[in-house]
């Protein structure tokens, strides 16, 4: 069972526009909300994280929107560039017990069109 | 600082082959840690954790073992691969995910021939 719904797929957006991808979970246990950014034949690297405790986080261009009420999250990329072309991973934890309790969606894969 | 190291970068190896891939991690103690597999386009799906040296915990039963012989070194193998074992293996480590999430390797490209 997945623990962590992403949607969508694949997205492609011109440039200067805005990305978002949308992340839904089921168990309210989960306290720890991070997101991954994936380029191409690398690792998946650490892009930006909420706790429930905040409904929005921003860091630069890339903001996170929580709605614990709708067990929904989101990724909103501003002014969408081509480097930010890659796959985008949402994740959910219970924090702060046990060894395996990160759960990742099942990825986006962005393309911004110059 | 902490460094993850995952080696060989590329691998390509024959059907029946053995396999050994290796990862350490350097400037901490006792992490917890993972190896994932991502086919190509696809999600990533965990195939073994550990918590400590000599505990191993699978996910998938499949052709793949892993094994902690050092605090900081995760090693995935299988004695014979398979085609269906080509894929992207990514190690991670953590020493408390709901705080910090994973930090992954850069990974190896496994493709079985």
């Known amino acids: 069972q997945q623990q962590v719904k992403q949607s969508p797929q694949s997205l492609i957006v011109q440039k200067g526009g805005i990305s978002i991808i949308n992340c839904a979970y089921e168990?309210?246990?989960?306290?720890?909300f991070p997101w991954y950014q994936q380029f191409p034949g690398k690792g998946p690297a650490l892009l930006i994280a909420?706790?429930?405790?905040?409904s929005e986080k921003k860091e630069g261009r890339f903001t996170i929107s929580f709605n614990k009420s709708a067990k929904q999250f989101s990724l909103h990329i501003m002014d969408s560039q081509p480097g930010d072309s890659a796959t985008y991973f949402c994740?959910?934890?219970?924090?702060?017990?046990?060894?395996?309790?990160?759960?990742f969606g099942t990825g986006t894969r962005l393309t911004v069109i110059p | 600082s902490q460094t993850i190291h995952q080696w060989p970068a590329t691998l390509v190896q024959p059907v029946g082959s053995p396999l050994s891939l290796e990862c350490t991690v350097e400037?901490?103690?006792?992490?917890?840690l993972y190896w994932y597999r991502q086919a190509a386009g696809r999600g990533l799906q965990l195939l073994f954790y550990?918590?400590?040296?000599?505990?191993i915990s699978s996910e998938v039963p499949q052709n793949l073992s892993a094994s902690r012989p050092q605090d900081r070194q995760f090693i995935l193998s299988s004695k014979k691969l398979l085609l269906s074992d080509s894929g992207f293996y990514l190690c991670?480590?953590?020493?408390?995910?709901?705080?910090?999430?994973?930090?992954f390797g850069s990974g190896t490209r496994l493709t079985v021939v």
């Open positions: 550990s918590v400590g040296i000599g505990q």
């Open positions: 168990n309210t246990a989960f306290d720890y």
């Open positions: 909420i706790r429930p405790d905040v």
């Open positions: 400037g901490t103690s006792n992490p917890n």
């Open positions: 994740a959910a934890s219970l924090y702060p017990t046990g060894a395996n309790n990160l759960f």
């Open positions: 991670a480590w953590t020493t408390a995910p709901g705080a910090y999430g994973y930090t």
